[in-house]
């Protein structure tokens, strides 16, 4: 069969693989905003419920929104990747699979197991509940994680033969050669830089992390098999670091390959772009120690990288890629269809939680501000108000109608009241930060609950504007094409 | 510390909500690609290196002196051994004196916890994670007389949120 006829026969099967896909990301979002909402409504006296439910639910938000992040991220890389070069539909689908498998094995460890050991996992905490939950339920939350890595890894693994195949080496499909040789080739695509990036740093953060969730395994059934708690944590930091920030990186292909087509305006590789992209497949790897400023057994200079590499990873995402953003609109005729309205929110979300990441990423800062609620204040900026409007301006992109005009004002007001609900929402997990409240802490002090209210209000609006996308995303469902 | 931190994040995000607006509204003039670019793209050298130059003056000032090093002569500090476990913590010593420059040695006998410090008002002063098989040394010196507050900063299961203690500060000898 030659390759030309197999793309036509594969279309269909490959449209609904993508639309089990989006289906799946939308109901999960939602879910998983719910048990945020409710988090925060806990916390704020609003809703009753115990300690040990919270902690459930909050490595259930955890984990399922990293997850269906990158989940998410996969689908928009492969649906623009798979113009470039040609990627296998079956590994496509199995990365879904068993991406399901792995959720249904999490959801019965929190939910009938009732683990709660955070969606880090962080060593030894798995094994030890003091009761609450069993090595079972450990081992099924573990189990799970690695299901689904290894999907990922599936995925991966195609995606590099697919690059190899094209391009012959990782270092040209990441444009090092034209660094080097000073020769840029303007037709190289950005998704095919973005992807190598991708497919680099997150082959390598998933194998660290399936060896942790391996020896984790391991330790929980054969305890006198004891990991080092350094090691541990190192490796579980690497991992959960390079794999959240790779969600981001895979969507924001979708900026790159949609935003042009609404600003009229080419998005093509320059030497900045590629050095930016070449810099940070380094920079994703090595800045994790970030993660670990506040233990003083670290070696000094992991430390210093730590803060430096931290203010260095600034400098891709605001001087390329929002600056590149920015310049497609400067003085343009930008045709603001509720796509390009998300896209640029997202790019302004991705820049905008720069600012308190990297001020965090100060040791001195940290020594008062790490593990407050200051991070998931960073870190929802980055994802609630990044990632996630990257998929729904993607979504809205795909969906719409072959010759849509006119403008679905229900959508663009509902932009609106995500946009401004999700901003109050995080500025209080930030505002809560200066005020030092802790994350991850079921029960709040009577001093921080109106905090906590407030934020469980606007949160409820992200909410509520995020189960209306889904519904008008779901009724288009059968609009969407492989070609938009 | 607190709140430079948010005066300094509100002030930057509100730069960028100001960048992003004006161009939102010139984006409706049509302007040739190549023009905007070529004047847009001229200026991103100069900031880079503006950057550059700003990121190493603030890695200085901030890692000199090394922060979690002692800013009195360790022999004059009070050495005080903290052990964190499932779920409360203890201290070989909770009383203090304003002005006492304390070393704490933080261990844990079973998961990870954190060791953060907390004034009479619930603003953090400083913190050290607590890890089974390491010991982290936190410096400190209590300069305000009052109840100070530990409280647990990494997730460390069930009760969490009630692994608290006191620390009682009396005013200076
Ligand atoms: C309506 C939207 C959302 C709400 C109300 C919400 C709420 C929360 C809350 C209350 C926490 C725990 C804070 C604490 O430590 O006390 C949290 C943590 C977290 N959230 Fe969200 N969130 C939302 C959206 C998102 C999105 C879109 C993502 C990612 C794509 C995300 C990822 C996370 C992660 C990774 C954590 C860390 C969990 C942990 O500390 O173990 N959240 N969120
Ligand atoms: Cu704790």
Known sequence: MTTRTQSVTAQPRERLYLQLYIATTLAIFVLMMLAGVVMRAVQGTYIHMS?????????LHGAGMVGIAGLAGVSIMWYFLRRYVS????????????????VVMILGAILLGKFGGGWTFLYPLPAKSMGLWSHNAAAAYVGGLLVIGIGFLLFYLDVARALLAKYGSLGRALGVNQLISGRIDTDHPPTVVASTMVLIVNTIGTLAGAVILVLTLVNL??????????????????????????????AVIAVYELLPKYTGR?????????????????????????????????????????QVISYLSGIPVLLVTTYGALVQIHHAKVRWDTPAKFLILAVFGWAAGVVPAIIDGTIVVNQVMHNTLWVPGHFHFYLLLGMLPMVLGFLFHISRHENETTKDRSVGMGFWIFMVSALLFIFM??????????????????????????????????????????????ARLTHIRLEA | MQHLAWYLTLIFIGLLIVIFVSFIFSSKSGESYEEVA???????????????????IISVTTLLPWPHSATTNPANEKVVQVVASQWHWELSQQQFHSGDAVKFEVTSKDVNHGFGIYDANMKM???????????????????????????????CGLAHHNMTTTLTVLSAR
């Open chain 1, 87 to 102: 990627l296998t539909p079956g590994l496509f689908l199995a990365n879904l699979i068993l991406f399901i498998i792995g």
């Open chain 1, 266 to 306: 080419p998005w093509k590789v320059t030497r900045p772009f590629l050095a930016a992209w070449s810099a940070s497949t380094l920079m994703v790897i090595i800045v994790y120690p970030h993660h670990l400023l506040m233990d003083m057994v670290m070696p000094d200079w992991m430390l210093v990288l730590g």
């Open chain 2, 38 to 56: 070529r004047r847009d793209y001229r200026h991103r050298q100069k900031l880079f290196w503006l950057v550059i130059v700003a990121g190493v």
């Open chain 1, 51 to 59: 300690p040990d439910w919270f902690y459930q639910i909050m490595t």
């Open chain 2, 125 to 155: 002063q400083a913190q050290v994670q607590a890890m089974p098989g390491y010991t982290n040394t936190l410096h400190y010196t209590f300069t305000k007389p009052g109840e100070y507050k530990v409280l647990c900063l990494e997730y």
């Open chain 1, 221 to 250: 059934y054969y305890p006198t098999m004891q990991i080092d708690a350094l090691w541990a944590k190192n490796l579980i930091y690497f991992f959960g670091h390079v794999f959240i920030n790779a969600t981001i990186y895979m």
């Open chain 1, 429 to 474: 997990f930030l505002y809560s930060g200066v005020m030092s409240v802790p994350r991850r802490w079921a029960e709040h002090l009577a001093a921080w609950i109106p905090y906590d209210q407030w934020a469980a209000l606007f949160g409820l609006v992200v909410l509520l504007s995020m189960l209306f996308f889904t519904v008008k995303l779901l």
